[in-house]
Each structure stands twice: as structure tokens, then as C-alpha cells.
């Protein structure tokens, strides 16, 4: 089959859910294969299979034509909404878990281990609140933004096949996974905000009783919600634009290096420090005295290695694409 029709295939293989997307995609396949062989008696042109690919339209709008009908989220982004929302109930009690058992840990408030598992549950279920509403915010303010949606979603324009991006294109994104870096980012930057109200880090998010604050630098509190701030500026803009350039992926790397180094001076700093002054002995620890320096060392060499790695493929990629086929047939 067609390299043009693989790509289309994947394309719409990245707006439907992952555990229908392989039989979805087969379907296609089958689909747009017996249109061929109907019209074209098994020998079509590329022209022919652009032909077949432009009536079926665009790969965002036949991915929404195999979910069903919501209410409040539109089909386009509902299927990739609810993706972002089972990934973060998965992940987000896990990170409010062990920041409690770790600040539990740290802070000089005595508790029982009664108290801390309620505490825990309790968290848990506020955080899960939390990030469902910004992620639901999120999905009304793109589904109710007019114009923008319509580039997001790709209505308004003509679709070509020949415009489709190659499956192993660097620039390609996954939008799920986009999507959900900017709902998870969005919600950090909210839980940041209020440790910048309150002063430090904190187990209870009351603005008005916030319990006892582990105090934090608020100038690095700044920054690291500055930079999910813009790395969440820069996920839109490669959704609206529906694909990574070197700008937009530089400024990423860069930006996640300034967080990683804002997560040492707001996070793993000032905890291992609490945990070293009450428990001095730990300190003499060669290995654990360093682990601060070493989880900072780890994230920035994981962030060049992974997204200035995408920064090198874009910047030597060459796209063989079918575009000087379109003229050739």
C-alpha cells in the first residue's frame, strides 16, 4: 500500500484512542484499499489514492467520526481530553503520595500514621479535583475559541493528502501527549502559585489555614512556574501548528532545563535539607549527602539526551516526501 496512504492512516491513528487505534487503523486500511480496488481494478496512481484520501477527508475529522456523539467537549477533542484526564488520575495521586509521605516525613508537625493516611486520602482526592477541573477548563476554552479551534482541528481548511507529514518525521507530535503536558503542566503551575501565596510547601491547600510551610526561595518559585508557563505557551503553539520546528523544540529543552534546575532549588533542595536537619547522621552519608545534585545532574542530562536529541533530528532532517511526487504522479 501507498506510502501517502500509511500516512494518512497514521495520521488519523493519533486522534483516536491507543486501545482502539489498531483495529481503527486496520479498518481504514481495509476501507480505503477496497474503494481502490472498485474503481481502479487493483492498478491505482498516487493521484488516484489522493483522489480516494480527499473524499474521506481529513485525518482529524475521520478520527472523530468513529467515537459517538458528547456533550460539552466536542468529538474532536473529547476522545483526546479524556486521554489526558485517565493519565493524570493515574500519575497525580501517585506524586501527591509521596510528596506527603516525604514532607510528612520532613515537617516538625508530630502525626500519627492514622493521621498521615488520612491526610494522604485527603490530598489525594483535593489534587484529583484540581487537575480534573484545569483540564476540563482547558478543553471548554479550545472548544469554544472559535478560529483557534478550527486550526487545531483542522475545519475551515483543504485537506491535501500530499500535506500529510511522514510517519517518522521528527517534527510529528503526538497530540495526546501534548495535550497532556499542557494539563499537567498547567496544573503544577496552579499548585505553585499557592505554595508562592503561602510562602513555601505545604501539605494543606487552605489559603487561609496552610498548616506548617517548608519555607522555599521565592524567586525560584518564580521561575519554575514561569517556565511551565512557557512550556505551556509553546505545547499550544505546536498544536495549533500541528507539528515541532527547531524554535519551538529549543525553547522547550531550554525551558525544561531552567524548570529541572527550579525543581532542585524549590524541591529536592529544601526537602533533603529538612530531612539532613533532623536527622543530622544522614548528612555523613557520602551518597546521600550528594542526592540532591545527583536527581538535578540526572534531569538535565535526560532533558538534553531526550528533547535536544529532538532538537538535532529536526535540525538534520530531510524530508524524502511524496511532494515531488505530486507533480510526477
Not at 127 to 138: C, D, H, K
Request: no cysteine; proline share 6%; aromatic share 10%.
Amino acid at each position: 500500500m501507498s506510502d501517502l496512504i500509511e500516512r494518512y492512516v497514521h495520521e488519523v491513528g493519533r486522534y483516536v484512542p491507543g486501545k482502539e487505534r489498531a483495529e481503527i487503523q486496520a479498518e481504514l486500511r481495509s476501507q480505503i484499499q477496497d474503494q481502490l480496488d472498485d474503481r481502479y481494478e487493483g492498478a491505482p496512481t498516487t493521484e488516484n489514492m489522493a483522489e480516494v484520501l480527499r473524499e474521506l477527508g481529513d485525518p482529524r475529522q475521520m478520527a472523530a467520526s468513529y467515537g459517538s456523539a458528547q456533550y460539552l467537549i466536542g468529538p474532536e477533542l473529547y476522545p483526546v481530553m479524556m486521554m489526558v484526564l485517565r493519565r493524570g488520575w493515574t500519575i497525580v495521586p501517585s506524586i501527591v503520595v509521596l510528596v506527603n509521605v516525604l514532607v510528612g516525613l520532613f515537617l516538625n508537625e508530630p502525626t500519627s500514621i492514622i493521621s498521615l493516611l488520612l491526610q494522604t486520602i485527603f490530598n489525594v482526592f483535593q489534587a484529583l479535583l484540581i487537575f480534573s477541573g484545569i483540564v476540563v477548563v482547558i478543553f471548554i476554552i479550545l472548544q469554544h475559541s472559535g478560529e483557534d479551534l478550527d486550526e487545531i482541528t483542522g475545519k475551515g481548511k483543504v485537506f491535501d493528502p500530499y500535506d500529510l507529514p511522514e510517519p517518522d518525521a521528527p517534527g510529528g507530535i503526538d497530540r495526546n501527549e501534548v495535550a497532556f503536558d499542557i494539563a499537567i503542566n498547567s496544573f503544577f503551575a496552579v499548585v505553585l502559585l499557592y505554595f508562592l501565596r503561602v510562602g513555601g510547601l505545604t501539605l494543606r491547600f487552605n489559603l487561609s489555614d496552610p498548616g506548617e510551610v517548608l519555607p522555599v526561595p521565592a524567586s525560584w518559585l518564580v521561575v519554575l512556574i514561569l517556565s511551565l508557563v512557557g512550556q505551556v505557551l509553546i505545547d499550544l503553539l505546536v498544536l495549533r501548528r500541528n507539528g515541532w520546528t527547531i524554535v519551538t523544540a529549543l525553547a522547550d529543552t531550554v525551558l525544561e532545563a531552567i524548570g529541572a534546575v527550579g525543581i532542585y532549588y524549590v524541591v529536592t533542595g529544601p526537602l533533603f535539607a529538612a530531612l539532613f536537619a533532623a536527622v543530622p547522621a544522614l548528612a555523613d552519608v557520602p551518597f546521600l549527602a550528594r542526592m540532591p545534585q545527583f536527581i538535578l545532574i540526572f534531569s538535565i542530562a535526560a532533558v538534553v539526551f531526550i528533547d535536544g536529541g529532538k532538537v538535532i533530528k529536526l535540525l538534520f532532517y530531510r524530508p524524502e516526501g511524496e511532494r515531488a511526487v505530486k507533480g510526477g504522479k
